[in-house]
């Protein structure tokens, strides 16, 4: 409940005091919030969100770079398309993972394995999506995020690629299990 209401904090007060947003408007931002929660991060259709939310297509963005100024999204775009805020993301996710157990009517195990990983590298890295794997960091680094059976499939023939893995303790190889990155943070 608190984090529910730090969250409606940033929302309703926070955002509305830095930018130019009505009011009335903030339903809008918070069934954003819930709409990229209950979806698959890689599902983004922004033609589709936007009649879901009733926000205009220009607006949709800048909302979009306003919730992850406030640190409620992790907008992540590829390493093509820049750092333009009227640039389609690649993905989108909830900054960090408690977010989708106190909004998301499910959380999904694949997308808190990716939101962690992108919210603990996010703080002092660069990230992006890249046209293979789920993610590219500073521009040198390639991750595919997963459980232990993860397979090297997509990412084989790539220099400086790595499988993350979820539950398992010991890595080996290119093999790094996931909680490792919790000491970047």
């Not at 939310?53 to 409620?72: A, E, Q």
């Not at 996710?93 to 603990?120: H, K, V």
Request: proline share 3%; hydrophobic share 40%; glycine share 6%.
């Amino acid at each position: 409940m608190k984090l529910n209401d730090t969250v409606n904090a940033v929302i309703e007060v926070d955002i509305p005091s830095i930018f130019n947003i009505r009011y009335e408007k903030i339903a809008n931002l918070k069934k954003l919030v819930t709409l990229i929660c209950n979806s698959e991060p890689f599902k983004l259709n922004i033609k589709e969100l936007s009649q879901k939310t009733g926000i205009d297509r220009d607006t949709l963005y800048l909302y979009l770079d306003y919730l992850h100024k406030g640190k409620i999204f992790n907008v992540i775009r590829a390493k093509s398309k820049g750092d333009n805020i009227f640039s389609k993301p690649d993905k989108i996710y909830l900054n960090n993972p408690n977010l989708n157990f106190s909004y998301c009517d499910e959380a999904r195990t694949g997308t808190i394995r990716e939101t962690i990983f992108a919210a603990l590298l996010n703080v002092d890295h660069l990230l992006e999506i890249p046209k293979r794997g789920d993610f590219l960091v500073d521009d040198s680094y390639l991750f595919e995020v997963g459980g232990k059976k993860k397979s090297f499939k997509q990412i084989s023939d790539i220099a400086d690629s790595f499988v993350v893995s979820d539950d398992i303790q010991v890595g080996s190889g290119n093999r790094v299990p996931l909680w490792l990155f919790g000491f970047l943070y």
